[in-house]
């Protein structure tokens, strides 16, 4: 081992040695994302326990899970999901806590003290990570620091939209501060505005449950016009790992979430305009920051900050960046692994979503089956691999088809009453 500034320079053979002990982690959710960290960490030999948030979290049925609880909600069941940790067994203490999910965030922000003193926590301080949580506060820092963002208002009563109606264009976004409460109550992660009047109606439902918004235009733009920053900053503040994703198909088209991205040189000014509001907020960990490249001034565009793993963790690791195993290094051994470099223009394939999207609108988008269908036969990986780990995908189908049967027997039963 060699110790040359900020870094310890130590070989494979050491991180090898050094994950016999203590060589656990707990993952809190276990979604497709969550499915992703397992895969990371299990690959460096680390043992997993995994606490379900919801009874479809694919992950828990992993083959690399050494135990798992039962379902407990973070946001339902606060005081039985802390009951949970303190009933763990005295071998995993000591181990990392790794969460996947906004609301698997607030729980362990919320308990932070607590848990910190039997576990390894990868979030630092409550207040560091709600301002960045906090769509509000994130792009008045990014505005009082000279990073492009969109146009943007921050209404605080109807009197407000009317007095700056001159100031909206249609259709716009209506946008919450933080996403997942607002999807707790709507079932939607935004609302999209065609006109005044709707406006007005939709901020009226959001006053009545106490909910700060924005009101941001849309940026013009294709799917593919949308970029990541990915980094990880361990606790002095050192930069261990970075990369840039690109998207290039989402669901729903134009505001959901990937389902075709690939890996691509480092953009210099994301990495720079990210830095900035991460190390302004005196962050360290893991963070996604998501820009829109807008055309009619040339300028990428923030549109958020996640500060948690994310769904195309299986990218991250098959293109060279293992980003949760860094996470256990850092944390759990004190150990400052930096990664320079990584394998640009492989594909990540949110398999489900986008083999469903090409069936229900390929004439309406008229896409062409060679052309969209090319990336499977390229240097890929999916999010939810069949022969690397069966089970989740087997898991995965039943609730799908389980979902489509429902919504044809609504449809069918429908039709019946006409």
């Known amino acids: 081992m060699i110790q040359v500034g900020f870094f310890r320079i130590i070989s494979v053979k050491e991180i090898c040695w050094k994950t016999i002990f203590m060589n656990r982690a707990i993952v809190l959710g276990c979604s497709a994302t969550g499915l ?8 460096k030999g680390i043992k997993i326990l995994a606490i379900p948030t919801d009874k479809q979290n694919i992950a828990q049925f992993s083959r690399f899970v050494s ?3 039962n379902v407990i909600s973070p946001g339902k069941d606060k005081k039985k999901l802390l009951d949970c940790f303190w009933g763990l067994e005295i071998k995993w203490n000591g181990s990392l806590l790794i969460v996947d999910g906004d609301a698997a965030i607030d729980f362990v922000a919320e308990y932070r003290k607590e848990l910190a003193k039997r576990f390894m926590l990868t979030i630092p301080d409550p207040d ?3 301002s960045i949580l906090n769509k509000g506060k994130l792009y008045k820092r990014a505005k009082k620091n000279n990073i492009p963002i969109p146009k943007v208002l921050f209404p605080d009563s109807v009197a407000y939209l009317q007095r700056n109606k001159a100031h909206l264009t249609f259709p716009c976004i209506i946008k919450p501060f933080e996403t997942h409460v607002f999807i707790s109550i709507f079932k939607e992660k935004l609302f999209i505005i065609n006109d005044f009047k709707e406006l007005i109606e939709k901020f009226l439902k959001i006053q009545l449950n106490n909910l700060n918004v924005m009101v941001i235009e849309i940026i013009p733009g294709n799917d593919d016009c949308l970029y990541h920053y990915r980094s990880y900053i361990d606790k002095k503040g050192n930069i261990l790992a970075e990369m840039c994703t690109q998207k290039l198909r989402q669901i729903p088209h134009g505001f959901g979430v990937a389902r075709l991205s690939k890996t691509i040189p480092v953009i210099e000014e994301l ?22 490249y807008d055309y009619r001034d040339s300028k990428y565009k923030l549109m958020e900050i996640n500060v948690r793993p994310v769904r195309p963790e299986r990218l991250f690791f098959a293109a060279g960046i293992n980003f949760p195993f860094i996470a256990f290094l850092d944390c759990v051994k004190n150990i400052s692994f930096k990664v320079k470099d990584y394998k640009n223009d492989i594909y990540w394939i949110q398999n489900f979503p986008d083999i469903i999207e090409f069936i229900k609108a390929r004439k309406e988008n008229n896409y062409l089956l060679k052309e969209y269908f090319k990336p499977y036969f390229l240097k890929n ?7 690397y780990d069966p089970l989740p995908f087997i898991v995965e189908s039943f609730f799908l088809l389980k979902n489509i049967s429902k919504k044809i027997i609504q449809k069918m039963s429908h039709l019946a009453t006409k």
């Open 36 to 43: 992703g960290i397992i895969h990371a960490l299990s690959k």
């Open 128 to 130: 560091v990570i709600r």
């Open 271 to 292: 990495r720079e305009f990210s830095l900035t509001l991460l190390k302004s907020a005196a962050y360290h960990g893991v963070s996604s920051a998501e820009y829109k």
């Open 67 to 69: 135990a798992k609880t």
């Open 381 to 387: 990986t999916f999010c939810i691999p069949f022969f």
